[in-house]
């Protein structure tokens, strides 16, 4: 009987740490499928890489952030030639807002969204607000084209050969899909970006508002 109930404690001691050891098991497995599964998340730019897809964009639905005045980064410079072969710099339209949108002729989005960025920009033709196109991949007639089919009526810049605009603003806003659209504040620092299609001219129209009630 003694002998018996000193055993007892000590199966039940062993039975508790297996409990524990199992426990501990269960939740390293359960750690290591949901990494599994979040590594083997789908990205959107390798998904399209791997089938296949050319459209050369990240479908973004519009997504924004607007960058507070204290957080913005330094006034960007940048410039090229235009579809029509006029020299352009940033120097020409300064102290305006300034919108830049990064696009491309055979981009779907582009076409889609052409209207609604001619739509705010015939809006604030009125007002110290410019806007300049980045023609990331076509030569000067098919970006001529483009315009004519779409109606834009601002001129854009040819950056396919020279990288210049793109490189210019690397650093603060870095391009991570195509369409996207930036607004530039007073002082030519980024105020706003927008990546992937616009979602209609709302969103745009407010974000140059917002800039342009900002005291320079």
Not at 87 to 96: K, N, P, R, V
Not at 118 to 130: F, G, I, K, L
Request: charged residues 25%.
């Amino acid at each position: 009987m003694p002998l018996a109930s000193t055993i007892r404690p000590i199966r039940s001691g062993r039975s508790s740490r297996t409990r524990r050891s199992r426990r501990a098991i269960g939740a390293a497995l359960a750690a290591l499928v949901a990494v599994s599964l979040s590594a083997s998340a789908p990205d959107p730019v390798a998904q399209q890489y791997l089938e296949g897809d050319g459209k050369g964009y990240i479908s973004a639905d519009g997504a924004f952030v607007e960058i507070p005045e204290a957080e913005r980064g330094e006034p960007i410079e940048f410039g090229g030639v235009t579809e029509d072969g006029e020299q352009f710099s940033s120097a020409d339209i300064a102290g305006d807002v300034t919108v830049v949108n990064f696009w491309y002729a055979a981009c779907a989005p582009c076409r889609v969204e052409a209207k609604d960025l001619e739509t705010v920009w015939q809006e604030n033709a009125d007002e110290d607000v410019s806007f300049v196109g980045v023609n990331i991949y076509d030569q000067a007639d098919t970006a001529r084209a483009f315009a004519e089919t779409y109606g834009v009526t601002y001129p854009s810049l040819l950056d396919v050969d020279s990288g210049e605009a793109k490189l210019a603003f690397a650093q603060d806003a870095p391009l991570q899909g195509t369409p996207s659209t930036l607004v530039l504040d007073k002082q030519g620092r980024v105020a706003a970006r927008i990546v992937g299609p616009l979602d209609g001219p709302s969103i745009l129209s407010t974000l140059v508002k917002d800039a342009l009630a900002e005291s320079a």
